[in-house]
T-cell receptor, first 116, second 114 residues
Framework: AQSVTQLDSHVSVSEGTPVLLRCNYSSSYSPSLFWYVQHPNKGLQLLLK??????LVKGINGFEAEFKKSETSFHLTKPSAHMSDAAEYFCVVSDHGSSNTGKLIFGQGTTLQVKP | EPEVTQTPSHQVTQMGQEVILRCVPISNHLYFYWYRQILGQKVEFLVS????????KSEIFDDQFSVERPDGSNFTLKIRSTKLEDSAMYFCASSVRGPNTEAFFGQGTRLTVV
């Protein structure tokens, strides 16, 4: 069965410093992985996706993630945090179970705080 | 830009009452989903819907829950007799091709059962 583990429930950075949100996955298949962001009182917005093409994936708002099969990781990074990046971030894997319906499996979420 | 819309944004209901949560998926999408997030917990899958039928459902999605696509545009989640533990944020999502593709989510409906 597929699963994702987000290693930090809360990350705090200063504006202008790098962001690293960690995610490890478990999958019996070649996974499809996503990062979603949720701003307060907003829906879940796709940041980026990995679906077995390039291992370094670029997303919106300057975010990137690198798929590392050897480490079963898909960490999210950004070189320089902005105040508007403060939100909840979810690492997500697409389930490849027998039904293969496109069901998504979410990590626990990481709250990113950006300090001025 | 097309988006998934959900109504209402917030619903308060008494225990035992029926509620219907409504969603309008993106028009050319073929796969539809409901997820929920209890406060402080993970986002959990409830049900997927394709070709006018349920394609997968979780253990949470028991006989109290049902989904419907009554008119080719709306996608509804009905909870027949709400319980306190049904209080959560409910998200509707849709995708073009389903497996291995991203889903587009609505803003959610916060359901509070009192």
């Amino acid at each position: 069965a597929q699963s994702v583990t987000q290693l930090d429930s809360h990350v705090s950075v200063s504006e202008g410093t790098p962001v690293l949100l960690r995610c490890n996955y478990s999958s019996s298949y070649s996974p499809s992985l996503f990062w979603y962001v949720q701003h307060p009182n907003k829906g879940l917005q796709l940041l980026l996706k990995y679906t077995s093409a390039a291992t370094l994936v670029k997303g919106i708002n300057g975010f990137e993630a690198e798929f590392k099969k050897s480490e079963t990781s898909f960490h999210l990074t950004k070189p320089s945090a902005h105040m508007s990046d403060a939100a909840e971030y979810f690492c997500v894997v697409s389930d490849h179970g027998s039904s293969n319906t496109g069901k998504l499996i979410f990590g626990q979420g990481t709250t990113l705080q950006v300090k001025p | 830009e097309p988006e998934v819309t959900q109504t209402p944004s917030h619903q308060v209901t008494q225990m035992g009452q029926e509620v219907i949560l409504r969603c309008v998926p993106i028009s050319n999408h073929l796969y539809f989903y409901w997820y929920r997030q209890i406060l402080g917990q993970k986002v959990e899958f409830l049900v997927s819907f394709y070709n006018n039928e349920i394609s997968e459902k979780s253990e949470i999605f028991d006989d109290q829950f049902s989904v419907e696509r009554p008119d080719g545009s709306n996608f509804t989640l009905k909870i027949r007799s709400t319980k306190l533990e049904d209080s959560a944020m409910y998200f509707c999502a849709s995708s073009v091709r389903g497996p291995n593709t991203e889903a587009f989510f609505g803003q959610g409906t916060r359901l509070t059962v009192v």
